[in-house]
């Protein structure tokens, strides 16, 4: 089982509409949970950061985070083809107090 | 201010050359990264400095060697690559550690001919 584990895509989702993007862990004491979107051939840029279990909103993006089932979730809405791009989970595993990289989700919004 | 600027933004270095990538960040972070991403792949960790110190060496071949000249300033130094070490190199800071948020810089794309 990998430690942080993303559905690699491509998501396809129709502008205007929400977009969900899915990451699990195994380090069940983790602490720090962090959403990177990536445009290709630029670096990752940080959208979301979560510590507590529950949702945490910023504009149109909202993570969720489950600590009971592992689980860490970002939510676009109204989402825009400027959305378009790889979105990294990444998790701080508290066994290391590694950073520990999901591979990434595609996502494609159609106009 | 969210800024971590690298230099160069590109470099083309044959197996023999030796040359540097810069990062500088002005954040007041005591934390430094720096990681290797391939295409499609995650970035992968080579080493993490903290508070001046080197904490983390992910066991990177010895033809990187990282500096962290002060606490705004981290330096990779680069020698006898092999074509395989093409890749982007991202530079990154966060506040004080691993379970604080990293803030990346453009990355350098290096090409080794």
């Known amino acids: 089982q990998k430690e942080v584990e993303q559905n690699s895509g491509p998501l396809s989702v129709p502008e205007g509409a929400i977009a969900s993007l899915n990451c699990t862990y195994s380090d069940r004491g983790s602490q720090s949970f962090f959403w990177y979107r990536q445009y290709s051939g630029k670096s990752p840029e940080l959208i979301m950061f979560?510590?507590s279990n529950g949702d945490k909103e910023d504009g149109r993006f909202t993570a969720q985070l489950n600590k009971a089932s592992q689980y860490v979730s970002l939510l676009i809405r109204d989402s825009q083809p400027s959305d378009s791009a790889t979105y990294l989970c990444?998790?701080?595993?508290?066994?290391?107090?590694?950073?520990?990289w999901g591979a990434g989700t595609k996502l494609i919004i159609k106009p | 201010d969210t800024e971590v600027t690298q230099t160069p933004k590109h470099l083309v270095m044959g197996m023999t050359n030796k040359k540097s990538l810069k990062c500088e960040q002005h954040m007041g972070h005591r934390a430094m990264y720096w990681y290797k991403q391939k295409a499609k792949k995650p970035p992968e960790l080579m080493f993490v400095y903290s508070y001046e110190k080197l904490s983390i060496n992910e066991s990177v071949p010895s033809r990187f060697s990282p500096e962290c000249p002060n606490s705004s300033l981290l330096n990779l130094h680069l020698h006898a690559l092999q074509p395989e070490d093409s890749a982007l190199y991202l530079c990154a800071s966060s506040q004080t550690g691993t379970k604080d948020e990293q803030y990346f810089g453009p990355g350098t794309r290096l090409t080794v001919t």
């Open positions: 990444a998790v701080n595993m508290k066994s290391n107090y590694q950073l520990i």
């Open positions: 979560i510590y």
